[in-house]
């Protein structure tokens, strides 16, 4: 998911519409299947492989489960945007060799961690559409109500939810899962070690120097509030007073009105609660 | 002549029917608005701002111990006062509580070296020493909400005095019981790593989330929505429910590292080697009567990862209570419309949180 799809109508609507076509997609797939001949169980080996391959297709895409990995691995389709995709050094970034070579070794390594998560997706898929088909057993489609139709749609999502639990739990898919997420990480500390060079050489701050300056800041703030936490020789009597001196920094005691500017001041996603939780 | 609502063509036309007409009510739900009970802040510091529930009208005013709530970094607080009819806060003000929120902001790239210790000392612990002085008390109630339980739990074993009693919902103290999905995929997480790579977005955590169950939580509960026949009033539940999954706030990126290593990977809590601040948490340094509720299909704290907290923490006076739903259901389903809120404001009522005078 890109941001909140309920911050606004539109977005809304989408995330709905798209949940009902996926939906009706599916119920297609349930009316196409083959009905038992008189004596006979039906052939749902038809049907097995399209709810695979739809549901395989899914998982890729998916903002749930699939890009999910797809964006901690940092590749375009991954939708929450974390880490960030690759730099667009282009060729200034060629100097640095043996960065350049580092970054380049890791998207390597990403493509092919991601072709092992794609045959984790093909091994669910396939695995949930053996569930199903075995658990409908010779559920014709023919006559199918409303109501036995949303029955047959929530026995997929047992058998996709099942499927996907025996999966994911697995000790290599975590192992795998982690992997990504950690090289896709690496990746984009590399691509940054690149971008700082090119920032150092053009004579513009970094983020090793940013960072440092944060460090300085906490130092500053931390000595500061050591300081203004001394024991006040004033305490009111009936207060409790070694613990105040004890604890209390200076900045609790910023104005209310700071607070409630704060309050005030409009934030993604929380229009319309002012005032109020 | 056949059934319209059966066979293809029939099929699709009804339930294209039910979505259509529910689509048309989920527009109507647009500017739904979330949260219900008036506040006003009272104390800030950096990101972190206190809010105080304003009473109710008509409400006791019981002379009551402040009861400061403490959520979880990674979603918004409002879930507990989403809307009136299922409203804890609300429960707890009728009841004639002083409700105390801590919000925690939104972290920006300046918080990124943020520590976990700064939002329990500087943020928890400004919230608390606020109310203490405000009041001229000794010690406040305190209510931790899943990983706020967890800061609540640390908070009062590392100041014992400041706190007369703890309640506590889905929280976890062990992040490694057998059937916890989240911490199998936090285990090999390169923690170092991560935190250089900066603050983590919102949206990250909510597909984590998501990605738990995917089909039933970015398919399914869409699917019923739109083909159950829901009212207007529903979709609204349905879309104040949804705006608040959806807003998580980004996370510091040191904070969050440390508490994957500490809590997921190393799991310090149960096994004592917690430290904050240069200070060891020790559970049974937590000697203030403890009311622990947690949720017994939980898919994010499972039952195991909470049930455990009374064998750990150093009180005498531990109630634990599993509540048949899930985490979200903790919040808004039936259970915490009644079940949930009247246990808290029992169990604190036993637990004498009429206020004493500051001595």
């Known amino acids: 998911m890109t941001g909140n799809p309920f911050a606004t109508g539109s977005a809304s609507d989408a995330a709905f519409t798209a949940a009902a076509g996926r939906f009706f997609e599916l119920l297609k797939t349930f009316t196409t299947a083959p009905a038992a001949a008189a004596g006979q169980a039906p052939d749902l080996s038809l049907l097995g492989a399209q709810l695979a391959a739809q549901f395989e297709q899914w998982l890729k895409g998916s903002a749930g489960a699939g890009a999910s990995f797809a964006a901690a691995a940092g590749f375009p389709g991954g939708s929450p945007g974390w880490p960030p995709g690759a730099v667009p050094l282009g060729p200034a970034a060629a100097g640095h060799g043996s960065q350049a070579q580092q970054a380049w070794e890791l998207l390597m390594k990403l493509g092919s961690l991601q072709g092992e998560l794609a045959r984790y997706w093909s091994e669910i898929a396939q695995d949930a559409a053996q569930r199903f088909t075995a658990r409908v057993g010779g559920t014709g489609a023919a006559g199918l109500t409303s109501e036995g139709a949303l029955a047959l749609y929530e026995t997929w999502v047992q058998c996709a939810e099942e499927a996907y639990a025996a999966t994911v739990r697995k000790d290599d898919f975590c192992r795998l899962q982690a992997q990504l997420a950690n090289t896709a990480t690496a990746l984009l500390l590399a691509q940054r070690r690149q971008a700082d060079a090119l920032a150092r050489a053009w004579g513009l701050p970094t983020r090793e120097e940013a960072d440092a300056l944060q460090r300085q800041l906490r130092e500053l703030r931390q000595q500061l509030k050591e300081r203004t936490a001394a024991p006040r020789p004033s305490a009111p009597a009936g207060k409790a007073a070694p613990r105040k001196a004890a604890a209390k920094p200076k900045a609790a005691a910023k104005p209310k009105a700071a607070a409630k500017r704060r309050h005030a001041a409009p934030r993604r996603a929380r229009a319309g609660r002012r005032g109020r939780s | ?359």
Request: glycine letters at 8%; hydrophobic letters at 40%; one cysteine or more.
């Open chain 2, 1 to 359: 002549m056949s059934d319209p609502r059966t066979g293809p063509a029939g099929l699709f036309a009804d339930l294209g029917t039910r979505a259509a007409e529910t689509l048309a009510r989920l527009r109507l739900a647009r500017d739904v608005e979330v949260g219900c009970s008036a506040r006003r802040a009272v104390w800030s510091e950096e990101k972190t701002t206190l809010y105080e529930y304003l009473p109710l009208a008509g409400a006791p005013r019981a002379r009551r111990r402040p009861l400061l709530v403490c959520f979880a970094l990674v979603n918004r607080p409002y879930i507990l006062d989403l809307q009136p009819d299922t409203s804890l806060i609300r429960r707890l003000l009728k009841a004639g509580f002083q409700v105390y929120m801590v919000d925690w902001g939104d972290p920006d790239d300046g918080d990124r070296l943020r520590e976990l210790n700064d939002y329990l000392e500087q943020g928890l612990g400004g919230c608390v020493r606020h109310i203490l002085d405000a009041h001229g008390i000794d010690s406040l109630d305190l209510m931790g909400v899943c990983q706020g339980g967890v800061f609540s739990l640390c908070y009062s074993a590392l100041h014992p005095a400041q706190v007369a009693n703890l309640v506590t919902l889905t929280t976890a103290v062990d992040f490694q019981t057998p059937d916890d999905l989240l911490s199998k995929w936090m285990r090999d997480l390169d923690t170092e790593l991560l935190a250089q790579a900066g603050n983590v977005p919102g949206d990250l955590l909510n597909a984590l989330f998501l990605a738990l169950m995917p089909f039933r939580l970015t398919q399914q509960k869409y699917v019923r929505l739109l083909t159950g026949g829901a009212d207007q009033r529903a979709v609204e539940d349905f879309v104040r429910m949804e705006r608040w999954i959806f807003d998580s706030p980004p996370q510091a990126a040191v904070a969050l590292t440390q508490f994957v290593r500490w809590f997921y990977q190393e799991n310090r809590l149960i096994r004592g080697t917690l430290e904050l601040g240069g200070r060891a948490v020790d559970l049974k340094s937590v000697r203030a009567p403890l009311l622990n509720l947690y949720a017994s299909a939980d898919h994010i704290v499972p039952p195991a990862a909470s049930a455990v907290m009374g064998r750990l923490i150093g009180s005498r006076d531990y109630t634990a209570c599993a509540i048949d739903t899930g985490h979200i259901g903790m919040y808004v389903s039936r259970k915490a419309r009644e079940e949930i809120p009247q246990r808290i404001i029992q169990w604190l009522d036993a637990h004498g949180s009429a206020l004493r005078p500051h001595r």
